[in-house]
């Protein structure tokens, strides 16, 4: 099968080796009116001039419509899968109720486990595709999916279980985590311990039934200490395991240090990293992986993007989709916060959208690029340049979107037959 994309107004990929670090961030390539020829699912040539000679009686040919085309976006942080939604906490939050006052009275997280709880793995599975329909609309064709809204055993296989069959049916590849270390439940609340001797017992089972890629902990305040963190990351390690981190969110309690001292893929959040950490994060090949749409649901600061760049960090971005401080598919709209709150130049932004994420979820070989011999994830958007793409915000900018050569949205609908 071979698919020839051409009138592209330009191309835009990064060239850099992951992970890519500060200002090596910047360094994007743009090729003026190039095509791309698909061959298999892959890339098979990149070329400017006349398309034609490359055409035969087996090709399609896609009309970009001179519109720039970028590779997929990867958003590494999301909590795709949730029963129930919070509309009712929001306006405590506008309010201004710390989000940590909310959790106490049984809201927060602990609300959404509820709900999960009591939600069918068919009502689960409706919901997340919904959601996960939306985010490919945006561009969006990888995922990390985590679970963490069960904290027992048995709702986060049932999140987990969702996740895998979403990305069986569904063109967007997703990445599973496992999160059971995302609160204390209720019923464990004068018994912490017991609850983390229980997340540690409970990664046998995940790991044997293989259904999670990674483990998280959400170390912050009023939820794990750094050292509980490491005893659950250690477990996960010695199962094979690889590891992300929650912290530096409300407080810097250690989360950094040891997301660094294990070498976890990423540590994310980030909003009140300490500089000590900042720099220990550059002498690292751990990805920075910073959540502006939460900062800017909460009302809270964002984290130091650019104090990270200056100083040599990898950065990714990602959504954080979830129903407590990111109710929005919208990962453009992420990438344009980036832009004017985090003081993020747009190639910057490209690298921490595509490459890197890709290098965080060890999937940099296949995607993340727009290179002979990669997978044809594309993304084509109705813009003049890249920059215009960062600067009108709030809109969906798509034109089309490519998964594996495959043509899975057209114009704002999605098409096509779907995995």
Known sequence: MKTIIYNIRALYTSEEKPPVKGESMANIKRIDNPFILIENGKIGYIGQGDYK???DDESQVFDANQTIIVPGLIDAHTHLVFGGSREAEFSQKIA??????????GGGILNTVESTRKASEQALFNQA???????????????????????????EIKQLKVAKKLNDQHPID???????????????????????????????TIKSQGLADYVDVFCETGVFT???TKQILEAANKLGFKLRVHTDEIKPIGGTKVAIDLQAKTVDHLMVITDEDI?????????????????????????PARKM?????????????????????????????????????????????????????????????IKVGMQADLLCLDCPNLDYFIYHYGINHT????KKGQLVVDQGRIVGDLK
């Open 279 to 303: 720099k220990a994060l550059a002498y690292s090949d751990t990805i920075a992986n910073i959540l502006p749409s939460t900062s800017f649901f909460l009302n809270q600061d964002y984290a």
């Open 53 to 55: 000679n490359y055409i």
């Open 129 to 155: 595709k919904k959601s996960l329909d939306q985010m490919l609309k945006f561009g969006v064709t990888s995922l990390e999916v985590k679970s963490g809204y069960g904290l027992n055993l048995q709702t």
């Open 226 to 228: 750094a050292q509980e």
């Open 174 to 204: 997703i990445y599973t985590t496992y999160l059971g270390a995302h609160a204390i439940p209720k019923e464990y609340k004068s018994n912490r311990q017991d609850y983390i001797d229980t997340v540690i017992e409970d990664l046998k």
């Open 399 to 402: 034109y089309a979107v490519f």
């Open 309 to 369: 760049i200056d100083q040599g960090v990898a950065l990714a971005i990602s959504s954080d989709y979830n129903p407590g401080s990111t109710p929005s598919e919208n990962y453009q709209l992420t990438l344009q916060i980036a832009g004017n709150k985090l003081k993020m130049m747009p190639n910057e932004i490209l690298t921490a959208s595509t490459i890197n994420p890709a290098y965080s979820l060890g999937i940099h070989k296949e995607v993340g690029k």
């Open 96 to 105: 201004g109720v710390p989000y940590l006052k909310i959790l106490e009275a």
